[in-house]
């Protein structure tokens, strides 16, 4: 909106920040290393892999750390959702 005071409009600025491309980076690389090369079949291996992220700190990220989070902001939460459909292992 503008009053007439020659202010510009803000815009909201959507580009990942320096850190958001680090962690996007140290996402893509756990899991080039660590996601599963074939479908997981059974109960145990589901279990096995959610067991493997939540150790490496990417389930339950947005939680305070008191409860085993690690107080994470949304975009990094995202950032790891983005990363895990891509390599088809969510």
């Known amino acids: 909106m503008n ?3 020659n202010t ?4 909201m600025d959507l580009r ?3 850190e ?7 996402v893509r690389a756990w899991l080039a290393e660590n ?3 074939e479908p997981l079949r059974t109960v145990a ?4 892999w959610h067991r493997k992220l939540y150790e490496a700190g990417y389930l339950g ?3 305070p750390q008191a409860y085993g989070g690690r107080e994470a902001r949304p975009i990094e939460q995202a950032i790891v959702v983005e990363m895990a ?5 969510a």
């Open 16 to 18: 990942y920040t320096a």
């Open 45 to 48: 291996e589901k279990k096995d």
């Open 20 to 26: 958001d491309e680090t962690f996007r980076a140290q």
């Open 35 to 37: 996601a599963p090369r």
């Open 85 to 89: 459909q891509r390599t088809h292992r």
């Open 8 to 11: 510009k409009a803000l815009a």
């Open 61 to 63: 990220m947005g939680w």
């Open 3 to 5: 009053d007439g005071d």
